[in-house]
């Protein structure tokens, strides 16, 4: 049941087993042409390919998963308006029971029809974070429905961690692997994979400047709450939590701030040199590795492109 | 040596022996929605995430590789501005030769620079295919270079095929298989590979309705020549040629013709739901069978995702 502690090799194992037939193993790709462009080899894990666009299916479906038949029955709920809400809706369609989406009320259409595609329940509320969390309070009492946070929560980050666990078995030796950090379950995750199945790599994160609420954390050494974030990036908007914060302080070497406009960059580079999608939350990494190029210099380097949910009609270029 | 008849099943099997450590094995992409959407299960061949961002690697790889030192030596040309001028390149930098590629005053800006990356040389004519072929012809005559026809070229055809190879290897008993149609290279291999490696299964076809010279050319018995085509479908403006007709006219089912609304349709849907580019060009076949859905209805599908260069600037969404 439950993970009530920092996962341990076991958890995430066993994570895995019970997720694997519920998300894709999602591809490992490369690109000769940003390989000689960032100076490095570089192993690209592609989530955006991932059930619902991210790996945000990972750490819901291993969530919903874990809860018992009685827990599970009267559904399950959050406040998010991006990829956990689509995720949430997509472990909740599986389990056929009821997920309950808290959304704000001028969240985009694009991200109210990708809920309600997997069959998501949105509850509209004020655009504010006491609103959201005062309706959810509401909804979980209303309808019994079962919490779960969008990532500080063991058995999210567990879920999360298998990205990394997959990339790690498929590409052994890495020297170095990023990802993005908002609320810091895949950068915890990822971590905690690194530590059980590959410890000799380095893990980095990448943070748009404008959010860059982790990088501060880390350097005060508790956890600083995001205030105002402004970027183009919106999955990384988010503070780290009293879960994942210690995680990542124990284990991130480094976290690298982007420009939006560097972000846009990478993201336009991604697109056309690789043919896929990827949104600018997960753009940040491959800004970051550019951006410090002789730090990366000549290494084998894993990127977690995290998720592909962008409006094709709002495009930054 | 040089395919000089139609290929055989050995052929095939040589030219994939051949190109497959120069090109990728590309992945096959399924979709949840798109499924529901379609009513039958679709299996994406994504030559998309292919070298060169197409299927044409495959082909010029082949054709390129085929020729003997004293053949190749002197370089390879072909008149194209689009995916095949970059797959030649492509080729002649693997062999360290040089790549003549005329093009047309007017091309994009995009289609130039694409070829420049792999390091063609471009030679500029009238946007004329008079002027194509004469310049051509000079520059044949006066450097020596071996050109390498686009797809009217059983070397071509024969590499072309190795997608569909692939495909039938990785999923078995589709129960049809369905391509986009220009110039036949593509359509041609994929029948030659059905033939040889999944006999059971049906050929069909996509083409633009502005474009459908092949449709045309099926309904007489003979080639009819594409005539000011207009389509957002560059890739699929060329005619049939004497080596790929006879073999579509002998295995293809139907061609279906579609619009450019309903390419532009299932261009996005491909895009929002699977996270991948793909150019108009690769997007008919979904466009044809999202359009005769009965006909298809519960089908176990092969869809080869054709190419993904388009120029994210200019979007027709």
């Not at 809920?115 to 909804?139: H, N």
């Not at 950068?187 to 959010?211: C, D, M, Q």
């Not at 508790?222 to 009293?242: C, H, N, Q, W, Y």
């Amino acid at each position: 049941m439950f993970i009530s502690c920092v996962p341990g090799k076991n958890d995430i194992l066993e994570t895995y087993s019970r997720i694997r037939d519920k998300v894709h193993k999602t591809p490992v790709m490369t690109s000769a042409a940003i390989n000689r462009m960032s100076g490095c080899k570089i192993y690209f894990k592609c989530e955006n390919l991932q059930k619902v666009g991210a790996f945000k299916a990972r750490g819901a479906t291993n969530a919903a998963f874990s809860l018992k038949s009685d827990q599970r029955e009267k559904g399950i709920a959050t406040h998010s308006s991006g990829n956990h809400a689509q995720a949430l809706a997509y472990a909740a369609a599986l389990l056929e029971i009821k997920a309950y989406v808290i959304m704000p009320r001028n969240a985009p259409a694009v991200k109210v029809n990708a809920v309600k595609s997997y069959g998501g329940q949105i509850i509209f509320c004020d655009p504010t974070l006491e609103a959201r969390e005062k309706e959810l309070s509401r909804i979980v009492d209303k309808t019994g429905a079962y919490f779960i946070h969008p990532y500080n929560d063991y058995d999210v980050i567990a879920g999360q961690a298998t990205a990394a666990y997959e990339l790690f078995s498929e590409v052994p030796d890495l020297d170095m692997i990023i990802t993005p950090v908002g609320g810091g379950g895949l950068l915890s995750g990822t971590s905690l994979a690194r530590n059980y199945f590959s410890i000799h790599t380095k893990v980095f994160a990448a943070e748009p400047r404008g959010a860059g609420d982790a990088y501060l954390s880390l350097q005060e050494g508790r956890i600083m709450p995001s205030e105002k974030p402004v970027t183009i990036a919106d999955g990384l908007l988010t503070s780290l939590g009293t879960r994942t914060f210690p995680i990542i302080r124990d284990n991130v070497e480094k976290i690298i701030l982007v420009s939006d406009e560097e972000i846009v960059e990478a993201m336009k580079l991604i697109w056309e040199r690789m043919k896929i999608i990827v949104e600018p939350s997960a753009s940040v990494t491959l800004a970051a590795v550019l951006k410090e190029k002789i730090l990366f210099s000549k290494s084998k380097l894993g990127i977690i492109l995290s998720g592909g949910n962008v409006d094709i009609n709002k495009l930054p270029f």
